[in-house]
Nanobody
Framework: QVQLVESGGGLVQPGGSLRLSCVAS????????MGWYRQAPGKQRELVAA???????NYADSVKGRFTISRDNAKNTVYLQMSSLKPEDTATYYC?????????WGKGTLVTVSS
């Protein structure tokens, strides 16, 4: 089993920045994809950004140029650097790890963008 623990969420003003972290532990297959998803109240969960163990990335159009995903394979950790935050970025952000066709999810961290 894989356990994922997110951290770094909080309240930030529009235009501000936050850095989310997600640490994975347990039985982790070395070839995997880690990603960040978010879910706002009343909306479906959506992909924000993902990164493979080889470093390939993809982003939702809504965050391109503002968010950067990175990972430290030695620490089994994925990061999401969020800049120029907007009120519409307000959501619970979830970390996901996919390996061998199996998805594991964290419990989420809340990001609130408000003045």
């Amino acid at each position: 089993q894989v356990q994922l623990v997110e951290s770094g969420g909080g309240l930030v003003q529009p235009g501000g920045s936050l850095r989310l972290s997600c640490v994975a532990s347990g039985s982790i297959f070395s070839i995997n994809t880690m990603g960040w998803y978010r879910q706002a109240p009343g909306k479906q969960r959506e992909l924000v950004a993902a990164i493979t163990s080889g470093g390939s990335t993809n982003y939702a159009d809504s965050v391109k140029g503002r968010f950067t995903i990175s990972r430290d394979n030695a620490k089994n950790t994925v990061y999401l650097q969020m800049s120029s935050l907007k009120p519409e970025d307000t959501a619970t952000y979830y970390c996901k790890l996919r390996a061998l066709g199996v998805d594991s999810w964290g419990k989420g961290t809340l990001v609130t963008v408000s003045s």
